[in-house]
Structures are given as C-alpha cells and as structure tokens.
C-alpha cells in the first residue's frame, strides 16, 4: 500500500475550481494536482503554469488516460458530469464529483453503474455533512436536546447576477435552477439529520421552469417516513447570499446562519423555554475546517484503506431523485 500523494486531474478547471479545489485538494495532506481540463488548450497550458501543475489537457478523455492521473475530481456543468464520470470509470480512474452530482436522474443512474462496473470510487462532494455545525447539531437531537423533532427549516439563497456562471438558469446544462444549485445541500443535510428520506415531497416554484429556463425560487415541505417535516426555501434572487438552519422541537431549538460554510466559525443558538416563553440563548461558536479539503482526505482513505465511502454515488442518486420530485410537484 503506497503512502504517495494520490494524483488527481480536475475536470472543468474554471472559477470554482481555481479558488477553492486546487487549494483543497494541496491542502488535504494526501493528495497533489498533477493534471488539469479545460476546453481551450491555450487556456488549459496557462493555468498549469500559472499554478506549477505538470500536465494539461483540453480534452476529459487525455486527461483520464494520462498515468499520472490517479483520480478525478469534476468541477464542470451539472449535464456534464455524467459522460465525465464514465470516462473516467472507464480508464479506471476514482471519481469525486461535486454536487449535484449529474443534471438528471437517468445521468445520475449511468455514473453509479459504471464506476461500479469498472470497480472505481465514486464520492459525491455533499461537504456540508462534515461540517461541525451539522455534526453537534445531529449529536444534540440524538441525545434529546430539545425534545422531539417537529421541523427543521433551510434557508439557502444569493445573487445570480454576482455568479460568473452563464448557464445557471440553462436546465440543459444545469438541470434546475437554486433547487439543484443550493437546494441540494439543504437536501441532503436534512437527509442526514434525520437519518431518514422523505414519503412526501411538495414544492411551489417560482417562477415555474420550461424548456428553455429553470425557476428562480423555490419553496418545499418534505415529510419524512419516520416522521418530522423538513422545508427548504432556495433562491437565486436573493440581493445577498445567506444560508439558514433551524431544528425546532418539542423541548427548543437549535439554530446557525451560515450552515454552509467551509473554513469559517459559525455561530450555534440553542433556544429552551420556560413556561412558554424563550430563555437566553446558548451559544456555541465552532471553528469549521475547509470541508473541501476534509472530502479529498476522506475520498483518498476510502481508496487507499478500505474505509467506507462516505458519500457514495447511491447517495447522490436518491438526492438526485428526490430533486426530480420536487421540479415535477
């Protein structure tokens, strides 16, 4: 078993992938870049100097097929993760794809067949579950902190006109609009507080999406099998970016703006009351580590020690159905 860095190449080396993955990927303590994808080779060549990076690609299929590429990691349009992935699987070459992980559930369905077809890693970079905040707001419902879980609502929203991604209302290349965006980490972040999915799923969406535009906001109540209802309100509309949690049970509440965030410290309110009214809050500040870098480090355990993967591609897929329920309620 070798302790080498594991080599990854990233797949739609843009914004995103130049400001947080690059430096995730370096600074998660197993893993180095060694190649890069971008669709202009001129482009491509200059990143890779401009960021010491061996190896340059304009097409997925060199990069996959390269020996120095032990890994990928796919940072580029939702609709193209799919053929990504199975390029990849197909060179024999792990996958973390970030979220969502593919534009529609039939793409999800291929990416989890081939990479389990070619005996390859498939991680899907759902982040928020390691998130501190997440964590001990799991570990205080489990202990009965606040009594019984009636609802907990997410908030989730920001400026598209700030976002230097063109095809963001594009449901071709992104296959919905704040719902695949951002509404999925609120997804699948209630998924794991509960430990549960949702038997019913209704949404409003506004403006609803056609052919050629996905909605701009959405509104969705998700009632869970075991019960407790769980909403999410997303939105591209938002004239400043604010993610939102609350857990409200029979006991209290336990809150955090800025659930989402990676290398920041979030602030957690735990709410009692007496004789129905609110007492002083409890508050926790926790420090979050960079949660992209903590998914690169884990993806590589599972791969190189046998430990579990903790986002496997089935769990994208249920996420990725679930989000086809709520475009078509």
Same mark, same amino acid.
């Given at each position: 078993?070798?302790?080498?860095?594991?080599?990854?190449?990233?797949?739609?080396?843009?914004?995103?992938? &130049?400001?947080?993955?690059?430096?995730?990927? +370096?600074?998660?303590?197993?893993?180095?870049?060694?190649?890069?994808?971008?669709? @202009?080779?001129?482009?491509?060549?200059?990143?890779?100097?401009?960021?010491?990076?061996?190896?340059?690609?304009?097409?997925?299929?060199?990069?996959?097929?390269?020996?120095?590429?032990?890994?990928?990691?796919?940072?580029?349009?939702?609709?193209?993760?799919?053929?990504?992935?199975?390029?990849?699987?197909?060179?024999?070459?792990?996958?973390?794809?970030?979220?969502?992980?593919?534009?529609?559930?039939?793409?999800? =369905?291929?990416?989890?067949?081939?990479?389990?077809?070619?005996?390859?890693?498939?991680?899907?970079?759902?982040?928020?579950?390691?998130?501190?905040?997440?964590?001990?707001?799991?570990?205080?419902?489990?202990? $009965?902190?606040?009594? @019984?879980?009636?609802?907990? =609502?997410?908030?989730?929203?920001?400026?598209?006109?700030?976002?230097?991604?063109?095809?963001? /209302?594009?449901?071709?290349?992104?296959?919905?609009?704040?719902?695949?965006?951002?509404?999925?980490?609120?997804?699948?972040?209630?998924?794991?507080?509960?430990?549960?999915?949702?038997?019913?799923?209704?949404?409003?969406?506004?403006?609803?999406?056609?052919?050629? +535009?996905?909605?701009?906001?959405?509104?969705?109540? *998700?009632?869970? @099998?075991?019960?407790? *209802? $769980?909403?999410? /309100?997303?939105?591209?509309?938002?004239?400043? +970016?604010?993610?939102?949690? &609350?857990?409200?049970?029979?006991?209290?509440?336990?809150?955090?703006?800025?659930?989402?965030?990676?290398?920041?410290?979030?602030?957690?309110?735990?709410?009692?009351?007496?004789?129905? =009214?609110?007492?002083?809050?409890?508050?926790?500040?926790?420090?979050?580590?960079?949660?992209?870098?903590?998914?690169?480090?884990? /993806?590589?355990?599972?791969?190189?020690?046998?430990?579990?993967?903790?986002?496997?591609?089935?769990? $994208? *897929?249920?996420?990725?159905?679930? *989000?086809?329920?709520?475009?078509? @309620?």
């Amino acid at each position: 078993m070798t302790n080498d860095p594991m080599r990854f190449g990233i797949i739609g080396f843009g914004l995103f992938a &130049e400001r947080t993955i690059l430096p995730a990927i +370096r600074g998660s303590g197993n893993a180095v870049v060694s190649a890069l994808q971008k669709r @202009s080779a001129d482009a491509a060549a200059a990143k890779a100097h401009e960021h010491g990076i061996p190896h340059a690609f304009a097409t997925v299929n060199d990069l996959v097929e390269h020996p120095d590429v032990d890994a990928v990691f796919i940072v580029s349009a939702n609709a193209a993760h799919a053929e990504e992935t199975i390029a990849a699987a197909k060179a024999g070459k792990h996958v973390l794809v970030e979220k969502p992980m593919a534009a529609t559930v039939h793409q999800a =369905e291929q990416m989890v067949r081939a990479c389990r077809t070619a005996g390859v890693q498939l991680m899907v970079g759902h982040m928020v579950r390691f998130s501190p905040v997440i964590t001990r707001m799991k570990q205080l419902m489990m202990e $009965g902190a606040i009594g @019984s879980i009636a609802h907990i =609502e997410t908030q989730f929203f920001y400026d598209h006109r700030l976002s230097h991604r063109g095809w963001l /209302f594009d449901p071709k290349v992104a296959g919905g609009g704040p719902v695949h965006d951002i509404g999925v980490h609120c997804l699948d972040t209630l998924r794991f507080l509960f430990d549960d999915d949702p038997t019913v799923v209704r949404a409003v969406l506004d403006a609803a999406p056609t052919g050629d +535009r996905t909605e701009a906001t959405a509104a969705v109540v *998700l009632q869970f @099998s075991r019960g407790g *209802l $769980g909403s999410i /309100f997303c939105s591209f509309t938002g004239s400043y +970016r604010r993610s939102f949690i &609350e857990i409200r049970g029979t006991d209290g509440t336990i809150s955090a703006f800025d659930f989402t965030k990676s290398g920041a410290p979030v602030i957690l309110h735990r709410v009692h009351a007496h004789e129905g =009214e609110p007492l002083q809050p409890l508050i926790e500040q926790i420090s979050v580590p960079n949660l992209y870098a903590h998914e690169v480090r884990l /993806f590589v355990d599972c791969i190189r020690n046998g430990v579990p993967n903790p986002i496997p591609g089935e769990e $994208g *897929l249920t996420n990725q159905r679930i *989000l086809e329920q709520i475009l078509s @309620s």
